[in-house]
């Protein structure tokens, strides 16, 4: 697990691209980032890179193993802080 410094570190090298550039790597240092990283592995395993996870929506997640209420509000909370201001 990544300590605060690092954290910062991760998410300040992210914010630096657009999300629709993000490996599935960087989506995975994306939730660690934000406390969420016991669901990266799931966001990996299905080749979810940034273009996608911007276009994921509660039953994506659901699909993809983000049962709890919380995180699955935190996560498209987060999608939609990311997402390009129309």
């Known amino acids: 697990s990544l300590d605060p410094a690092q954290k910062k570190a991760l998410l300040e090298q992210l914010a630096a691209k657009s999300p629709t550039t993000w490996t599935s790597t ?3 240092h994306y939730l660690e980032g934000h406390g969420l990283g016991a669901y990266g592995s799931s966001f990996v395993s ?3 890179s940034g273009p996608e996870l911007l276009r994921l929506e509660a039953d ?3 699909e993809i193993g983000v049962k709890k209420l919380g995180p699955l509000k935190k996560i498209l909370s987060l999608i939609a802080s990311l997402a390009p201001n129309k």
């Open 46 to 48: 299905n080749s979810i």
């Open 26 to 28: 960087d989506v995975f």
């Open 60 to 62: 994506d997640l659901r």
